[in-house]
């Protein structure tokens, strides 16, 4: 029988370093499988997340072109509901400039019949007036001063009365010298004593209208209801109206002379401007009097009797003129005297 080998195989010592090696590669194996699932579930979920924000905005984005769509659309319409409000605008806008022109003209043409009219009966009553009362307290033509072969002058001042006014008619009366005062019915209301004043001791109260507005650009009606206010001031205080007027500043017109014509009284220029309201210098006022174009027998003196320089060269000039033997009139003295009487309406210089 033969004889069996028995072989007895030596078990190897295991290494615990490997085994814990192995054991941590197993371990990490595990780790990493882990990981790699979770990371492959994560990105999975990011990506169904991702792909779901996607689709909410594609979404968004969609809801939004719309929503620009219909609000272009409404912006269009409410473009073209606006274009038709502004033509309706500017349609009703016209229709009324139409119809407020229209009115205007019916309202221009009303006044105008109603001023046409209100001179119709203010030249009828006016007329009736000189036919039966003299607008002014004169003394009849043939009761005038003769004054034949005399040197004679009128000194005329005008927009008075003003607060130099008292001192020259005291002055005057003391030199018996009448005048011609054209006074505003603005300063009438301020000096009424002193009209009464200029009247009683034998000066002539004219109208220079009641503000000093320029007549000349005005129609007949406003001239009228200018010069009227003045001449009615007057007549409250002397009981007549003026006989005689000036217009402001000289501007005449075809309405002032109709006027004049209708109240019955004429309009006086001058022959000589002494230019007092521009130097108000007393030398000056007397060098314009006595000067080529000054003063000589026939004239009418313009000055103004508002500055104090024009009383003291009005004084002087007085006392000259005296001394060279010239004598004052009023100015319907004057125009009696060189035209025979007064023509209403006229302008005489």
């Not at 309405?255 to 108000?280: C, F, M």
């Not at 210098?281 to 026939?298: A, C, Y």
Request: aromatic content about 6%; glycine content about 6%; some cysteine.
């Amino acid at each position: 029988m033969p004889v069996q080998e028995h072989i007895t195989l030596k078990e190897k010592k295991k290494n615990p370093w490997v085994v814990v090696c192995i054991a941590i590669i197993a371990a990490l194996a595990v780790a990493l499988g882990g990981l790699a699932v979770y990371t492959v579930l994560t990105l999975n979920e990011q990506e169904r997340i991702a792909q779901g924000l996607q689709d909410e905005l594609n979404q968004t984005r969609s809801e939004r072109s719309q929503l620009e769509s219909d609000l272009s659309q409404k912006q269009q319409e409410l473009e073209q509901k606006q274009e038709e409000l502004n033509k309706k605008q500017e349609e009703l806008e016209q229709n009324q400039a139409d119809a407020s022109a229209q009115i205007a003209d019916r309202d221009q043409t009303i006044k105008e019949q109603q001023s046409t009219i209100e001179d119709l009966k203010e030249q009828i009553a006016m007329k009736n007036n000189a036919e039966n009362k003299p607008p002014q307290n004169l003394p009849p033509a043939g009761e005038y001063g003769d004054y034949a072969g005399q040197k004679i002058v009128a000194l005329t001042f005008d927009d008075g009365p003003g607060p130099y006014t008292e001192r020259l008619l005291d002055e005057l009366k003391k030199r018996g010298v009448r005048a011609t005062f054209f006074v505003l019915g603005t300063r009438v209301d301020s000096y009424p004593d002193l009209i009464k004043r200029m009247a009683a001791e034998g000066h002539v109260v004219g109208n220079h209208s009641n503000s000093h507005k320029m007549l000349h650009n005005m129609s007949l009606a406003q001239v009228r209801t200018e010069m009227e206010k003045c001449a009615t001031k007057i007549e409250k205080l002397l009981g007549y109206k003026p006989a005689v007027m000036r217009c402001p500043g000289g501007n005449c017109s075809n309405n002032v002379k109709q006027y004049a014509k209708d109240a019955g009284i004429p309009i006086l220029y001058w022959g000589v401007d002494t230019r007092d309201w521009e130097s108000r210098n007393v030398n000056s006022i007397l060098k314009v009097s006595f000067g080529k174009n000054g003063v000589r027998d026939g004239s009418i003196v313009l000055m103004h009797d508002i500055y104090s320089t024009t009383v003291d060269a009005a004084l002087q000039m007085i006392d000259r003129l005296t001394a060279d033997g010239y004598v004052f009139v009023t100015v319907p003295e004057m125009l009696h005297a060189r035209y025979g009487g007064i023509e209403p309406g006229k302008v005489y210089v």
